[in-house]
């Protein structure tokens, strides 16, 4: 698993250079990771709850209603959006937007 990924300082609100990223700039929207398994996701959505790691979400979500594929968003110390998915196993939990995918607000 990849938990090492995380880091336990708190988010702050711009970069290094003062300035929040913006997604309404060219640029890179969010980096995701995949992992084998939903309860992979799981588990490090736990690790990311212990690290008192704000969340995008309640929690790992479908990219879409219905989908199979899902994950967890949350965002990095210079407000780079990063998610934890599986490509499968998510299809019964709740889509975050009905009609939208999960990752549309990217």
Excluded: K
Excluded at 46 to 75: I, T
Excluded at 82 to 103: D, I, M, N, W, Y
Aim: net charge negative; hydrophobic share 35%; with cysteine.
């Amino acid at each position: 698993m990849a938990e090492d990924f995380c880091q336990t300082r708190p988010s702050p609100p711009t970069t290094a250079r003062g300035m929040r990223l913006t997604t309404a700039a060219p640029g890179l929207h969010h980096l995701s990771c995949r992992v084998d398994s939903i309860d992979e996701v799981r588990a490090f959505e736990e690790r990311l709850r212990a690290l008192n790691v704000r969340l995008l979400y309640q929690g790992s979500v479908p990219h879409a209603e219905g989908a199979q594929s899902g994950g967890v968003c949350f965002e990095d110390p210079d407000s780079i959006r990063l998610e934890v998915f599986s490509p499968t196993g998510a299809r019964h939990q709740a889509a975050p937007t009905p009609g939208a995918p999960s990752c549309g607000f990217y």
